[in-house]
């Protein structure tokens, strides 16, 4: 159940690199929310309105005092559901997924695909092939030990930084180019330049053959 929820539709962003043949699956950090969060309403509502004060002072000097209720309305359900969602990963507010880090309403945390959490998600494949192999599930075993590959190779082709040698997060564009199924027909993002202990990851990961 736990590799269901966090492999789920929502959860994965599916991947192919301009030109190439091949699509790779990445799971990402995504909370199910558009609300504050009840144990911190008051500080999300302020997040919402350093937000809406901002905007607010952009469109008086551009000349616009109208405002758009709409963006807005659709605006703080964003900033929320990343709240929530930077929550969620464990690593809460760190400045690795905000573009401003003094600003939380400035979180990109569900366009990230995250070194960790692929390479825990591919570790506990690989970890569900080794128990079904000794329970004599062969069927399973061999699944989870295929899943665990390829996610491993997904984490190489895509998160791998070939300019400072390590794993970094991949951050999509706000606007990707999405083809059948939300697949997207290229890559198009850009690795993070923050660097993180969770950039080194996949060393402990590893599978057996590859380390």
């Known amino acids: 159940k ?13 991947l ?26 008051k500080e999300d509502v302020s997040s919402f309105r350093e937000w809406k004060s901002r905007e607010s002072g952009k469109r008086c000097s551009d000349g616009d005092g109208d405002g ?8 703080e359900g964003n900033i929320y559901k990343e709240i929530a969602t930077m929550a969620e990963s464990g690593w809460d507010f760190s400045s690795r997924w905000l573009r401003d880090p003094n600003r939380l309403e400035t979180s990109r945390i569900t366009r990230m695909l995250p070194v960790d959490l692929n390479t825990i998600v591919a570790r506990m494949e690989g970890n569900v092939s080794q128990i079904a192999e000794i329970a004599g599930r062969e069927e399973i075993c061999n699944d989870f030990r295929s899943m665990s590959r390829i996610r491993f190779d997904a984490i190489d082709a895509i998160l791998w930084d070939e ?3 390590q794993w970094r997060d991949f951050v999509l564009d706000e606007n990707p180019t999405l083809g ?12 993070s330049q923050s660097t993180c202990a969770s950039n080194w990851l996949p060393l402990w990961g590893l599978p057996r053959e590859k380390s």
């Open 2 to 14: 736990e590799h269901a929820f966090v492999t789920s539709r929502e959860r994965t962003v599916t």
């Open 16 to 41: 192919a690199r301009s030109g190439g043949q091949r699509a790779f699956d990445l799971v990402r950090y995504y909370a199910g929310t558009a609300c504050p969060r009840p144990e911190s309403h």
């Open 68 to 75: 758009d209720g709409e963006r807005e309305a659709e605006e």
């Open 163 to 165: 300019v400072t040698n």
């Open 180 to 191: 059948p199924g939300g697949l997207q027909k290229s890559v198009s993002g850009k690795l």
